[in-house]
């Protein structure tokens, strides 16, 4: 049960945090022409960081800094981890992405005092067994590309307010060859809860990212970063309220238990150095009930070929989710699970989706 401020004391904080919103707004408005202006050809190294981990998230397509409330927020805005629970969490996931390759994630986060949250985490991508050529396109033997980065991460928060920070190790190994590199990222990111309407976050993934090879020509590789800002929202379904007065100040107070049940709904915009437009994503999340909930997201504004456009369908997603009450199951269960399963879109697959599933278990 949580505790609510008087109307005055939050309208006076909700305009700080406004006003916050508008200036990061401005920000990210004003800065890709900047970033563009600098840039001579798309793509980058090790983009696959830049890829969406997690069901949950993968299902809402990627509109997920704002939430950043399970282990995968150390992937999408460290911030998340101090508005976090008290018991430990793990999550485990798995893509098959089509050709051969596969997505992988596991991570744990735990808020570990009022102010601090904390979470590590490994993810990676496999590609599976292609044949090498030469330049005479001869075959040289049968390789294999192993991407996979290192992630630990914390948060410090206020009662409104929590900023974060991911350190990245990197490494790429195309096995078959003697090529390899290993790197550094680090993201940063803030999230907000504006006048518990809703939250608001920014950040920036792969800040200062470097590769560097094992290659006599080509040995140094930035990595291009990214720009996330997003707003979620939630309306509950079964919260539950009550006044009571302060026993300090006399002032009327409500307290209330947040819902189980609920409806959300995210916005998420993204900018990744040297594209030649943001993204912008939809994703929402519905708990009808304690056991199931239903996912879904598309991109309405990105790239396609090239050319910025108006629902491109880079991205989309739909998922469900199924939490079995393990107490009723196994007497004097200590923790909670969600099993989920989504499918989303998969530009190189030649069936153009992929299907993922993650398993999540809260420690009670």
């Known amino acids: 049960m949580q505790k609510k401020l008087s109307y005055q004391s939050k309208h006076n904080l909700g305009i700080n945090q406004f006003l916050f919103i ?21 793509g980058g190294s090790e983009i696959y960081i830049s890829r969406d981990y997690g069901s949950r998230a993968i299902a809402m397509a990627g509109a997920f800094s704002a939430v950043s409330d399970d282990p995968t927020t150390i992937l999408y805005n460290p911030a998340g981890l101090s508005f976090y629970r008290t018991e430990p969490t793990f999550s485990l996931y798995a893509g098959s992405l089509g050709l051969g390759r596969t997505a992988n994630f596991l991570g744990y986060a735990q808020q570990v005092s009022d102010e601090f949250g904390v979470g590590i985490g490994i993810n990676s991508l496999y590609t599976g067994s292609f044949v090498a050529r030469d330049e005479k396109a001869e075959p040289i033997g049968d390789m294999s590309n192993f991407q996979y980065t290192f992630v630990a991460a914390g948060s410090y928060r206020t009662e409104f307010a929590s900023f974060g920070i991911s350190l990245k190790y990197l490494t790429n190994n195309l096995i078959g060859s003697y090529t390899e590199a290993t790197g550094f990222a680090f993201d940063v990111g803030t999230k907000f809860n504006v006048l518990d309407l809703f939250s608001f976050s920014v950040g920036v993934r792969n800040v200062y990212g470097t590769m560097m090879w094992n290659t006599l020509e080509y040995n140094r590789e930035t990595i291009p970063f990214e720009i996330r800002t997003g707003i979620a929202m939630q309306f509950g379904l079964n919260s539950q309220s009550s006044q009571t007065r302060s026993t300090l100040t006399g002032e009327l107070e409500d307290d209330y238990i947040p819902a189980s ?15 030649k437009s943001p993204s912008i994503m939809v994703g929402m999340e519905i708990i009808p009930d304690d056991f199931i909930a239903f996912r879904g997201g598309v991109d309405v504004y990105g790239e396609r070929f090239g050319e910025p456009q108006l629902f491109p369908f880079n991205k989309w997603g739909a998922g469900v989710s199924i939490r079995p009450d393990l107490v009723e199951l196994f007497n004097n269960s200590s923790f909670s699970t969600s099993l989920d399963y989504t499918i989303s879109s998969e530009f190189i697959s030649p069936s153009k989706i992929a299907h993922h599933i993650s398993l999540t278990f809260n420690f009670e």
């Open 22 to 42: 508008i200036i990061s707004f401005v920000f990210l408005i004003t800065l890709p022409p900047i970033t563009l202006s600098q840039s001579e050809i798309g």
């Open 261 to 275: 049940r609920y409806i959300l709904l995210s916005l998420e915009a993204s900018f990744i150095e040297k594209s």
